[in-house]
């Protein structure tokens, strides 16, 4: 009889791991109050005291605010509609070039596409998978105009490094920190050490407000941009008496009431929350990296690492079987998260390289790849981030199971599956050697 559940053995675990709810009466309250104020949304798309929005969502950019250290917090409906207003506030435009990461999610390079300019892969680090600084000058060109930085995963990137690029060469900075609140670099907050800072408040974050984003900035004028950009800016700029109305035709990316309520309740727990990600992380780490050929995440010296996700590096030559096959057999010993069971909360790779997509594979998007104001030459073949893609086809997996829902047993219950796996790697490098197909 197998011993591995992945060939029929018997699991480490089949009850469901309980779901990460952080939602509790204090939202439940504060939601209530909104519906029986009957206005859940404040908004008006012309120049006049409600063009900001309710009273919620001003509350939760005032704590925002404070509690990030950011002279101005501007809510969103989206983290991914605060990245199109930071570049529109940024004043990106047909002709222009933005760096950006090839190992995140698709938004933070399609940003710069929705205002007609290039996105251009510089690589990641190997060991926190933000971009390397090294590979972000190497790619500047005269039509670049900013850069893009994500804090992967919860990691803070090389922020001195890139700032002293982009100084040198007169760019901004635009830090996504969908999967990275309350991170900080040598003291400072991410979000704040830019030009401007997203975060994401969708379900599967730190905290959240079911979608939602906020923006964070200390220049009022990217803050005015990103304003009018939010709330229809062409509809506002004539009353406002605005000037500088470049890239200010507008969008609707405005938060409800109701997330803004629920947003404020899910803040004060935040701090908590992420102690609680960072303290089973830091366990995980410790014991399951002593199995040989598995690398914990790398905290760089005056970083804090907050664990959107807990990404570890494998090292086949010492394990003796595939990634994909070693994770496989973990996860055949470990149950579902309830209210996850479409998206398992192990995996291999994380990201793939995001200009191997069709969209840049193919170039088809005539506002920027084609556009006669374009005079670079940008590169998306295979082989164009070579650590990018070493890390998302060979050595990257990651897991969820440090999330503050998970109790000691849990981990403990975690631990076991990955030491079963070991105990009975013979009988796994049996079943692949079996169902490897040589070509």
């Known amino acids: 009889m197998p011993n591995l559940a992945l060939l029929g053995g018997k699991p480490v675990r089949s009850e469901m791991f309980a779901h990460d709810n952080s939602i509790g009466e204090e939202e439940k309250q504060a939601v209530i109050r909104v519906l029986e104020s009957g206005n859940l949304s404040q908004y008006v798309g012309s120049w006049n005291k409600d063009f900001f929005?309710?009273?919620f969502v001003r509350q939760f950019e005032k704590d925002w605010a404070e509690s990030s250290g950011a002279e101005f917090s501007i809510a969103v409906n989206s983290n991914t509609s605060g990245l199109y207003a930071c570049i529109g506030a940024c004043d990106i435009g047909p002709g222009d070039e933005v760096i950006v990461s090839p190992y995140t999610m698709t938004a933070g390079a399609i940003a710069p596409l929705i205002y007609g300019a290039v996105p251009v892969f510089a690589d990641i680090e190997e060991d926190t998978f933000c971009l390397d600084p090294k590979s972000i000058e190497a790619n500047i060109t005269p039509r670049t105009k900013a850069i893009l930085v994500v804090h992967i995963c919860g990691h803070p990137t090389e922020m001195d490094e890139v700032m002293s690029i982009a100084k040198k060469h007169n760019l901004?900075?635009?830090?996504?920190?969908?999967?990275s609140p309350m991170s900080t670099y040598k003291g400072r907050k991410v979000g704040t050490i830019g030009d401007a800072g997203?975060?994401?408040?969708?379900?599967?974050?730190h905290i959240h407000t079911g979608e939602g984003g906020m923006i964070t900035t200390n220049d009022p004028v990217i803050a005015e941009k990103v304003q009018l950009i939010r709330n229809h800016g062409?509809?506002?700029v004539e009353g406002k008496k605005t000037k500088d109305i470049y890239n200010t035709f507008g969008f609707n990316y405005r938060m409800t009431e109701m997330e803004a309520a629920v947003g404020i309740e899910q803040l004060k727990k935040m701090p908590e929350l992420i102690e609680k990600r960072i303290s089973n992380a830091n366990y995980l780490s410790k014991i399951l990296g002593e199995l040989p050929g598995i690398i914990p995440p790398v905290v760089k010296e005056g970083c804090k690492h907050v664990y959107y996700q807990q990404t570890f590096k494998f090292k086949k030559d010492i394990v003796g079987v595939a990634r994909n096959t070693f994770v496989d057999a973990v996860k055949a010993e470990l149950p579902l998260m309830k209210l996850r069971e479409s998206t398992p909360i192990?995996?291999?790779?994380?990201?793939?390289p995001l200009y191997l997509q069709p969209i840049y594979q193919q170039r088809l998007h005539k506002c920027s790849f084609n556009c006669p104001r374009y005079d670079g030459q940008v590169s998306y073949e295979k082989g164009l981030c070579p650590v990018t893609e070493r890390m998302y086809y060979e050595e990257v997996f990651t897991h969820e199971y440090m999330r503050p829902c998970f109790s000691k047993r849990d981990l403990e219950t975690v631990i076991n599956a990955y030491e079963k796996v070991y105990q009975n790697l013979d009988e796994l490098k049996e079943y692949e050697a079996k169902n490897t197909v040589t070509v």
């Open 53 to 55: 929005g309710g009273p």
């Open 172 to 179: 901004k900075v635009i830090e996504d920190c969908a999967q």
């Open 198 to 205: 997203i975060f994401s408040l969708n379900y599967h974050k």
């Open 234 to 236: 062409e509809a506002v």
């Open 346 to 352: 192990m995996g291999v790779g994380f990201a793939p």
